[in-house]
């Protein structure tokens, strides 16, 4: 009799939290269309991103092309420079070897005519 009364109470409690669990759900409504909405709209926003991305992509090749060309004329400047530097101080070198009196003959008969 015992265990009756306490199956009998358990199924009344289960009933009980299951009446209650239905009645409150109810009650939560979910608004599907407005959170498509926002889908879409936060879609919308990722698509303008992806497209900003890909015109900066485009700058940034273009940027890159600009730096590579510059690169390579300094790299020209820097050997025409190291060359002219080369036959400057041969040039030096060369009227270090010459003797003081055979560069002032040499001047003497290039700037007096």
């Known amino acids: 009799?015992?265990?009756n009364i306490i199956s009998i109470v358990v199924l009344v409690l289960i009933i009980g939290l299951i009446s209650y669990n239905l009645f409150t759900s109810i009650g939560?409504?979910?608004?599907v269309e407005e959170?498509?909405?926002k889908m879409d709209s936060i879609q919308v926003k990722v698509d303008s991103v992806k497209q900003a991305n890909k015109e900066l992509d485009v700058?940034?090749?273009h940027v890159d092309t600009v730096v590579f060309s510059i690169t390579k004329e300094i790299t020209?400047?820097?050997?025409t420079i190291?060359?002219?530097k080369q036959n400057t101080d041969e040039k030096v070198n060369n009227v270090d070897?010459?003797?003081?009196?055979?560069l002032s003959r040499l001047l003497s008969d290039r700037y007096n005519q």
């Open 82 to 84: 190291k060359e002219l």
């Open 1 to 3: 009799m015992l265990k």
């Open 97 to 102: 070897n010459h003797a003081d009196s055979e």
């Open 76 to 79: 020209h400047v820097d050997k």
């Open 35 to 37: 959170y498509e909405n």
């Open 59 to 61: 700058k940034l090749s």
């Open 28 to 31: 939560i409504k979910t608004n």
